[in-house]
């Protein structure tokens, strides 16, 4: 496993979480000019990509989460957030984080954010 995601839980709708995602097995070169993507898989649903954040902090989202996300890193740490705001129950899922990077591809395993309604 490459890289650890956390921060997963269970909060109602409205409320908001952190994911967090270390990429500790990384040099920092290959951290800081890779892309970092948060990835998510609903119940008995396809994985769904959410988020990137390109070398130069650019990030993308899907419609569904804009304004209601944020996706950072922090190089020195080497480690990828996701900021999630006003979370819906259709939210829930297990996320993941992954990267692309000159050195090859990192994912690892998932935290699950659960969000009642």
């Known amino acids: 496993v490459q890289l650890q995601a956390s921060g997963g839980g269970l909060v109602q709708a409205g409320g908001s979480l952190r994911l967090s995602c270390t990429a500790s097995?990384?040099?920092?070169?290959?951290?800081?000019?890779?892309?970092w993507d948060w990835y998510r898989q609903a119940p008995g649903k396809q994985r769904e990509f959410v988020a990137r954040i390109n070398s130069d902090g650019t990030p993308t989202y899907i419609d569904a989460v804009k304004g209601r996300f944020t996706i950072s890193k922090d190089n020195a740490k080497k480690r990828l957030y996701l900021q999630m705001n006003s979370l819906k129950p259709e939210d829930t899922a297990i996320y993941y984080c992954e990267g692309d990077t000159y050195s090859g591809k990192y994912w690892g395993r998932g935290t699950l954010v659960t969000v009642s309604s």
């Open positions: 097995r990384t040099i920092l070169s290959v951290f800081r000019s890779g892309t």
